[in-house]
């Protein structure tokens, strides 16, 4: 598929560490067919060659665990889950203000009021329909998979440029900043078990089945054991941001429901992300323990509009999986993109070379045995995949 | 009680306008018990007489609702629980890193590394203890309402000076800001049915049956209506930030979960608050339907640290219930406390008497059979009482 409107992508497996491939990306325009209003299914057809199109622009990264199944059916499905609920709503979308019924028809003279004062807008619209579309697009892939026997999940991040906004709706640790001639603006945040740590223990204090007497739901800053037993030591339950002491019970020996710190941060021992699609059929090793109700589908989704901001010719929006991000900080990213775009300005290849120059940092180099970066820290064993996407000169509909 | 260093309080009930208060307030020092670590109970006693103590500087305000019973109590048990909570934890607040065992001795040597790796802070103890007080205090609530056959709630803002910082503790839509020099600083945002939406509809989702069949879960942007079956209609899920269209069902004319906008949001018909304490009794009128499971006694606490700022003369804390913030925005209130300040100087009741400026401010002038404010808007018919605390010359322990 060819890239829309020049965009650079790169992406390398394990930092050539390995073959094994998890990561997928996937790059499309969508089109939305307008329905005329008012008109039922049937009587639309009579009309189609009248039909208008809106027109979108889809970039989208998957980070799979537990094999690639997962992130390849969803590079291949999300973009048309998208497509679909985008034109379940594309009555409401052609307007500012959405009207209260998607046929126009108006059944009480107040309803643009109501709409008006719930502050609804035509974003809104397309913001539910990506909602929506992940989790559609995780109940395809449930089937899918067992359908076909394959197992795994992936972390979800998607940007959609519609009507001069941008939207990036995210479920996962990958993520997307905007890196602008005098700013970075972060258009995602990252879903772990340790950001959502308290969603998580708040389902296993409403529903303790879900644990099977294996896990318990506190969190203490190390793993406890039998010397612990009878001491007062610091932990957090669901309703605490800050910390307390609580005196250890033999049950509190059990391994935590959300467990270790940073990169080492897991759900139920298990996994490294809390948001994403997939893993319908993932059980705890050796137990019966669903991993799957702990997990959400839903994105979050930034807006970003275009009309706000004075979009200069070097302005990109970078995407990446935790491999990048790993090793490098939004500051780095955005010092590399600015001096790379700047002394790069002719070359018609210049996003596509620059997410290469992205990935080769993160990827670092070898020295001896190991991987390094050039500031002598260790570089990402991850795979890393990176989309480069001008602002400037974008296509308009 | 008096006030700690000088700060000034007023209210007034019902804006005058009738003659029933339902605001509460409470200020006092809590003396924190310092324990000599590694010492039982009752070989402390032995040595009480070195014992120190640690002092905190305590105001709050509770803002009741079906009755005043609530607020008193809160206003005469809270800030014992928090002394309480903070002397469970004493032990580890005195050093900046809190040991892993309160008890001060060492399990494993890397303990302090584990401690470290969270970012736990002393800091972070006193906010768990916060966000404990809050529960226990709505426990005792709930105790003493039973046995007293009281009914009724209360929100509950809570500020808290303490080892040189201030924390604000905040279940309800009362607020908090920071009036300083050159900016305001927000210390507390609202809970309300309206910005605690996906919650609460999340739990009805969990919990189908808390809803006894009478209420609907989904949001819509008015009150549905037979005319609207079959069509296709705005709504929102609980995962859903954005707007979708669902084709009305009849289940869906049932009265919403979360309904109207602003002032006027309820939860389930009932209640304008989310958070708060008591209300244990509370059913929405006419059925079997408990309000309780849907509202959460946890406040969100956030610290100000002022070795981290210069602190000028002027600089001041306001709280106030939602009687002042209904009619004057964080800009006016500053606009307020700054003027007032600069011309009364020597004042030494210039702290009370901004107080009092703020709540006539609100409460406005009567002209004819209506109470305006100085704009001619229509000035606030609720209970209005306001904390102004000075920042500046404050006590140290």
């Not at 772990?192 to 529903?207: D, G, K, N, V, W």
């Not at 002598?376 to 996407?389: K, P």
């Amino acid at each position: 598929r060819p890239l829309p409107w020049g965009a650079g992508y790169a992406e390398v497996i394990n930092a050539e560490k390995s073959e094994f491939n998890e990561d997928q990306a996937a790059c499309c325009q969508i089109s939305v067919r307008r329905r005329e209003p008012g008109l039922e299914e049937d009587e639309e057809w009579l009309i189609l060659c009248s039909t208008q199109f809106l027109t979108g622009h889809y970039w989208a990264l998957f980070d799979g665990h537990g094999g690639p199944d997962a992130a390849i059916i969803a590079s291949n499905y999300l973009h048309y889950c998208i497509k679909q609920k985008l034109e379940e709503v594309v009555g409401g979308i052609t307007e500012a203000q959405p009207p209260m019924h998607l046929s126009g028809r108006c059944v009480c003279d107040s309803d643009p009021q109501f709409v008006e004062e719930k502050h609804i807008h035509a974003s809104d619209l397309v913001v539910g329909a990506l909602e929506n579309a992940f989790q559609e697009c995780d109940e395809v892939i449930g089937q899918e998979m067992e359908a076909t026997k394959q197992t795994g999940g992936c972390t979800a991040l998607a940007a959609l440029y519609f009507q001069g906004k941008l939207y990036v709706a995210n479920a996962g640790d990958s993520r997307a900043i905007l890196v602008l001639k005098d700013h970075i603006v972060p258009m995602s945040s990252e879903f772990t078990p340790e950001s959502e740590r308290q969603r998580i223990q708040h389902l296993a204090f409403l529903f303790p089945k879900l644990l099977d007497g294996e896990f318990t739901r506190f969190e203490f800053p190390r793993r406890l054991k039998g010397d612990d037993v009878g001491q007062k030591v610091l932990y957090r339950d669901y309703f605490m941001e800050g910390w307390g002491y609580k005196t250890v019970e033999k049950a509190d020996l059990k391994y935590p429901l959300v467990h270790g710190h940073g990169k080492q941060a897991r759900l139920l021992g298990t996994l490294a992300v809390s948001r994403g699609l997939g893993d319908h059929q993932l059980k705890v090793i050796d137990t019966n323990i669903e991993v799957k109700p702990f997990l959400s589908c839903i994105p979050k989704v930034n807006v970003f509009d275009f009309a706000l901001h004075d979009i200069k010719e070097d302005d990109v929006l970078i995407m990446a999986t935790d491999g990048l991000w790993d090793v490098l900080c939004n500051e780095e990213v955005a010092h590399v993109v600015r001096s790379f775009l700047a002394e790069n300005r002719t070359d018609p290849q210049r996003f596509s070379e620059l997410a290469k120059c992205l990935v080769c940092r993160a990827r670092g180099k070898k020295r001896g045995h190991q991987w390094m970066l050039d500031d002598s820290h260790e570089a990402s064993y991850d795979d890393i995949s990176v989309f480069v996407i001008p602002l400037h000169n974008r296509e308009e509909d």
